[in-house]
């Protein structure tokens, strides 16, 4: 009897295909490798956002520093009058008042002006629901000499009021309020503008005082201290 025919030797695949991954550039592996974990990750939500963090808290009376400005800020208080220095409050509105000392820390002088961008870029304020920056600033005001927008010589302190219009029903629901900081980058312009100014505020530290009140911004109030066996006088 005839003993059937050996059957045909099976190729070896393993061979030819490691020969033919060997012969794949490693760069193609990598964007492929990519790809996938692109679309699984796609699949399940997208990569996630990488969270920012908070801004650090400084506490009432320490001193901010920027290479721009250095600011110690006093107190805030909703101021009733205005009529000094002529200012104007909108409808519905009130104004409120964050007291600086500040510094120069630039080599030129700066004007201290709500106009936009320079100094009135470095603050702003968040009272309950409503935050007010360089739009709603009505004024930064020198308080010792009541001037409106003064001019801030280079490491020369100066008094400071920084006024911004916010809407009475937000400050009546709130005893307090947090006050933004902000860094600038100085721009060197160069082709179509010509000159150095601070611009990009970037949210630096921020720091929480309760609101007071003034009859007008340069008016301060004066307890009167009795002594505990005196009787005020009638």
């Not at 492929?32 to 506490?59: H, K, M, N, Q, R």
């Not at 937000?170 to 933004?180: C, F, H, N, R, Y």
Request: glycine fraction near 8%.
């Amino acid at each position: 009897m005839t003993a059937p025919p050996a059957p045909p030797a099976r190729s070896k695949p393993a061979r030819w295909a490691r020969v033919a991954i060997d012969r794949v550039p490693t760069k193609w592996l990598v964007t492929g490798a990519t790809g996938v974990f692109l679309i699984a990750t796609a699949a399940f939500g997208g990569l996630a956002d990488a969270e920012t963090p908070a801004p650090p808290v400084i506490a009432h009376g320490e001193t901010f520093s920027s290479p721009q400005l250095a600011l110690t800020l006093g107190e805030a208080a909703v101021i009733d009058s205005l009529d000094e220095l002529y200012l104007d409050v909108p409808s519905g509105h009130r104004a409120i008042a964050v007291f600086a000392q500040a510094s120069n820390a630039w080599t030129r002088p700066q004007l201290a002006t709500a106009a936009e961008g320079g100094i009135g870029e470095v603050l702003a304020l968040r009272v309950g629901d409503e935050r007010a920056g360089a739009g709603e600033l009505l004024a930064i005001v020198r308080t010792d000499d009541p001037q409106v927008s003064p001019m801030l010589q280079p490491g020369v302190a100066a008094p400071l009021a920084f006024i911004w219009a916010v809407p009475a029903a937000s400050i009546d629901a709130a005893g307090q309020l947090t006050v933004e900081l902000f860094t600038q980058r100085l721009h060197t312009g160069t082709v179509t503008a010509s000159g150095q100014w601070w611009t990009d505020p970037a949210l630096a530290a921020t720091m929480t005082l309760p609101i007071g009140e003034r009859a007008t911004l340069t008016a301060v109030a004066v307890a009167v201290a009795v002594a505990p066996d005196e009787e005020p006088a009638p």
